[in-house]
C-alpha cells in the first residue's frame, strides 16, 4: 500500500524536552511538508522539502528543525525553543511542489 | 484581508440535503484549487483537485471555480452522516516557489 505514515500518533513530552516526530512515505514524491494544525487557525506551514539534502522554512519555522537525507523520510524536531509545541502535527507530500498533496494520519503532540 | 477566506460554519443539515461550501481568495495568481475533508483526529484526505475555473464532478461531489470572482465551491449532493467532516480549500499558484495555501475549514455535520 502506498501513502505516508507517521509515528507516533500521539507523543507526550516534558517542557525542556526535544522531542524527533517521524514521517516517511513510500509515494516516490519529490516534494515533503510539515504542518502545524491547531483548532481555528486551520494548516500552517513548517518547513518544506523539493529534494534530498535540502528544505526551505515555512511560515513558522521557528523553534523546529527537520533533515532530508532519504527521499522517503523527513523527521521535524520539535525543540525546546518552540514556545507553544502542543498541537497536531501533518506530514505531507507531493510529486513536486505545485501539485497536490497528500496527508499523513498526524501526530498529536503534547508538551506539560 | 487574508489570502484565502472560508465561511466558519459550524453547518448542520439533514440527510439527503445538498450542501454548499465556499471559500474566496484575493491572490490572482491561484490556478491549483483542492478540497479537503478532514475526519476528527485524522489527517486531511484530498477530495477534489482542479485547474483553473470550471467544475469537476466525481460522484455526489462537484468542484466549482470562478477565477473572475475569485471564488471556488464544493457541492455534495444527497449528503451521508459519512460525510460529516471538516472540509478545507485549499489553493496555490504555480512554480517551484508557489505554496499552498488553506482555508480554516468547516465542520459540517449530516444529521441522520
Same mark, same amino acid.
Given at each position: 500500500d502506498g501513502g505516508i505514515t507517521q509515528s507516533p500518533k500521539y507523543l507526550?513530552? #516534558?517542557?525542556?524536552?526535544?522531542?524527533?516526530?517521524?514521517?516517511?512515505?513510500n509515494l516516490n514524491h519529490d516534494a515533503m511538508y510539515w504542518y502545524r494544525q491547531d483548532p481555528g487557525q486551520g494548516l500552517r506551514?513548517?518547513?518544506?522539502?523539493?529534494?534530498?539534502?535540502?528544505?526551505? #522554512?515555512?511560515?513558522?519555522?521557528?523553534?523546529y528543525s527537520v533533515s532530508r537525507e532519504k527521499k522517503e523520510s523527513f523527521p521535524l524536531t520539535v525543540t525546546s525553543a518552540q514556545k507553544n509545541p502542543t498541537a497536531f502535527y501533518l506530514c505531507a507530500s507531493s510529486i513536486a511542489r505545485e501539485d497536490e498533496q497528500y496527508f499523513g494520519p498526524g501526530t498529536r503532540l503534547t508538551v506539560t | 484581508q487574508k489570502e484565502v477566506e472560508q465561511d466558519p460554519g459550524p453547518l448542520s443539515v439533514p440527510e439527503g440535503a445538498i450542501v454548499?461550501?465556499?471559500?474566496?481568495?484575493?491572490?490572482?495568481?491561484?490556478?491549483?484549487? !483542492?478540497?479537503?475533508?478532514?475526519?476528527?483526529?485524522?489527517?486531511?484526505?484530498?477530495? !477534489?483537485?482542479?485547474?483553473?475555473?470550471?467544475?469537476?464532478?466525481?460522484?455526489?461531489f462537484t468542484a466549482q471555480?470562478?477565477?473572475?470572482? #475569485?471564488?471556488?465551491?464544493?457541492?455534495?449532493?444527497?449528503?451521508?452522516?459519512?460525510?460529516s467532516a471538516t472540509y478545507l480549500c485549499a !489553493?496555490?499558484?504555480?512554480?517551484?516557489?508557489? #505554496?499552498?495555501?488553506?482555508?480554516?475549514?468547516?465542520?459540517l455535520s449530516v444529521r441522520p
Open positions: 507526550f513530552r #516534558k517542557e525542556g524536552q526535544n522531542v524527533t516526530l517521524s514521517c516517511e512515505q506551514l513548517i518547513y518544506y522539502s523539493q529534494i534530498v539534502n535540502d528544505f526551505q #522554512k515555512g511560515d513558522i519555522a521557528e523553534g | 454548499s461550501l465556499n471559500c474566496t481568495y484575493s491572490n490572482s495568481a491561484f490556478q491549483y484549487f !483542492m478540497w479537503y475533508r478532514q475526519y476528527s483526529r485524522k489527517g486531511p484526505e484530498l477530495l !477534489m483537485y482542479t485547474y483553473s475555473s470550471g467544475n469537476k464532478e466525481d460522484g455526489r471555480v470562478d477565477k473572475s470572482s #475569485k471564488y471556488i465551491s464544493l457541492f455534495i449532493r444527497d449528503s451521508q452522516p459519512s460525510d !489553493m496555490s499558484g504555480s512554480g517551484a516557489n508557489s #505554496k499552498l495555501t488553506f482555508g480554516k475549514g468547516i465542520t
